[in-house]
C-alpha cells in the first residue's frame, strides 16, 4: 500500500505564505487521487483541495483563489501552496489517497473524507493575528 510522508507546515503570521508536501512512497497518480484536508480543533474533518482527472482541481469554497494544489510526477509529490493565510486557516493538514477503482466520478466527492484510505501523519499550521 502506497504510503504518504507530509513536510511543510509550522507556524506563520496572519497574511504570509507556507507550501505543503506530500510525497508518495511510490508512483502514484495513475491508481490514486490525492487531496488535502484539514482539521481545526473541535471542528470535523474537511477537504481543502484535490488533484482529480486530467489536472482538474477542486477547492473548498473557503480557500478559493488563495491555495494551489499541484503536483510533481517524476518526485511523486503533491504539494499545498498556501497563500494570504487567516487565522482560521489554522489546522492540522492531511493529504490523503483514495483508490481510482473505487470512485467513478471525483468531481463531486473529493471532499469526502471516507473515500480516502491512506493518510499522511498531518503537520500543524498555525496562523497569528
Known amino acids: 500500500e502506497v504510503q504518504l510522508v507530509q513536510s511543510g507546515g509550522g507556524l506563520v503570521q496572519a497574511g504570509g505564505s507556507l507550501r505543503l508536501s506530500c510525497a508518495a512512497s511510490?508512483?502514484?497518480?495513475?491508481?490514486?487521487?490525492i487531496a488535502w484536508f484539514r482539521q481545526a480543533p473541535g471542528k470535523h474533518r474537511e477537504g481543502v483541495a484535490c488533484?482529480?482527472?486530467?489536472?482538474?482541481?477542486y477547492y473548498a469554497a473557503s480557500v478559493q483563489g488563495r491555495f494551489t494544489i499541484s503536483s510533481d510526477n517524476a518526485k511523486n509529490t503533491v504539494y499545498l501552496q498556501m497563500n494570504s493565510l487567516k487565522p482560521e486557516d489554522t489546522a492540522i493538514y492531511y493529504c490523503?489517497?483514495?483508490?481510482?477503482?473505487?470512485?467513478?466520478?471525483?468531481?463531486?466527492?473529493?471532499?469526502?473524507?471516507?473515500?480516502?484510505?491512506?493518510w499522511g501523519q498531518g503537520p500543524q499550521v498555525t496562523v497569528s493575528s
Open positions: 490523503a489517497a483514495a483508490n481510482r477503482r473505487d470512485i467513478s466520478s471525483i468531481s463531486s466527492v473529493w471532499h469526502s473524507a471516507l473515500l480516502y484510505d491512506v
Open positions: 511510490e508512483p502514484t497518480f495513475d491508481d490514486y487521487y
Open positions: 488533484i482529480g482527472d486530467d489536472g482538474s482541481t
